[in-house]
């Protein structure tokens, strides 16, 4: 699924396809700029995207194998939430509509509503 395909997907959620892209386009651009400035943005059910640093490394230069010095750089890790890997993996079924990552009050792992 590219981002138009994406648009288009929640256009027919919300009916209208300037306020879909609107929505997607101010999402994906808030993730950027708090991944860019160091951040961990976690959506529950979703996943994690983290900023993470790797060292300065020495490799090899595979047709000639004299070492070579890789700079340290910054890099965004992707970690799936729970649900999501379970969906994938199929240890959970596809609801056939509405939110498939929003916790069922029905589904017996998630956790009791504390009553006051």
């Known amino acids: 699924m590219n981002k138009a395909q994406l648009i288009q997907a929640v256009a027919k959620t919300t009916g209208n396809r300037a306020q879909a892209a609107d929505a997607v386009e101010a999402a994906l651009d808030a993730i ?4 860019a400035a160091g951040e961990v943005v976690s959506v529950t059910g979703f996943g994690s995207l983290t900023p993470q640093v790797r ?5 090899r230069n595979p047709q000639t194998g004299e070492p070579v010095e890789i700079a340290e750089r910054r890099v965004v890790k992707f970690r799936p939430g729970a649900r999501f890997q379970d969906l994938v993996a199929g240890r959970r079924a596809m609801p056939e509509s509405g939110n498939c990552i929003q916790k069922d009050p029905k589904d017996p792992k998630a956790p009791k509503v504390a009553r006051p």
């Open 32 to 35: 950027v700029r708090a991944v």
């Open 55 to 59: 060292p300065a490394r020495t490799a």
